[in-house]
């Protein structure tokens, strides 16, 4: 069973999609290598846990929680080196801490996505060099349940096309990587970014060095499907 969400009321059709002459991607998958994980917005974690199962057919496990920001999450596998984040405002934090304002969410529906770019300080350098406004990078960390801390580095960018580009991650050195011990047997078999002006968001993506597929569409949007077991869930932003 495949369910489209989107925090739009208006869903664009595609076009012709619009790629980069020397990336090609395969018929059963076509999503950016890069890609780290996207993340899941759900105004409480419990129900986008129980979405996620009943349209993959795997049911996520808790995360942990971000102090601070307001928000708690939920993991999923989507294969090597790829994760879903299912992300939710703690009850036991300021609901003002919670930048995204999660609890205003009718539906589950993305609301980010995160790339690893490799040295994320050399990265940055290399951006601020070509004059790119950025914010980080700054450092994180999650406990999670078993009492073993996470940590990263985010990179964020301060034009972000409206959120159809990444946050960038680097996980710390001894860090095991979310996917590894997320609950397995899902994949991210589609994700593209979509927008009335594909030239504008390809010389960015070239910048970025991201092979993020891109089509043209009336309202930019970013689009989802993963596969589990049981079925599909198609999500967009």
């Known amino acids: 069973m495949i369910q489209t969400i989107s925090r739009r009321l208006l869903i664009a059709g595609g076009a012709a999609a619009l790629a980069s002459p020397r990336i090609s991607w395969s018929a059963q998958e076509r999503t950016s290598t890069l890609l780290d994980h996207i993340l899941l917005g759900s105004a409480d974690l419990d129900a986008g846990i129980a979405f996620v199962e009943e349209h993959t057919g795997v049911r996520a496990a808790f995360g942990g929680v971000h102090p601070g920001a307001g928000t708690r999450n939920a993991l999923l596998s989507l294969g090597r080196n790829r994760y879903l984040e299912i992300i939710a405002p703690d009850p036991k934090q300021p609901a003002s801490a919670d930048s995204r304002d999660l609890r205003k969410l009718e539906k589950p529906v993305l609301v980010a996505w995160a790339a690893h770019p490799g040295d994320i300080e050399t990265f940055a350098k290399r951006l601020k060099s070509e004059g790119v406004a950025l914010i980080g990078p700054k450092p994180g960390s999650r406990k999670r349940p078993d009492g073993r801390v996470l940590n990263w580095k985010t990179l964020a960018l301060k034009d972000d096309a409206g959120g159809l580009l990444p946050f960038f991650i680097e996980w710390g050195a001894n860090a095991l990587h979310p996917s590894v011990d997320a609950p397995q047997g899902c ?38 499907i993963i596969t589990g077991p049981n079925g599909q869930l198609d999500v967009t932003f």
Do not use: G, M, Y
Not at 197 to 204: A, C, F, G
Not at 207 to 218: F, S
């Open 187 to 224: 994949s991210l078999t589609f994700f593209e970014a979509a927008t009335p002006r594909p030239d504008t968001l390809l010389k960015q993506v070239d910048q970025l060095q991201l092979d993020l597929p891109i089509t043209q569409a009336e309202t930019p949007n970013l689009h989802a």
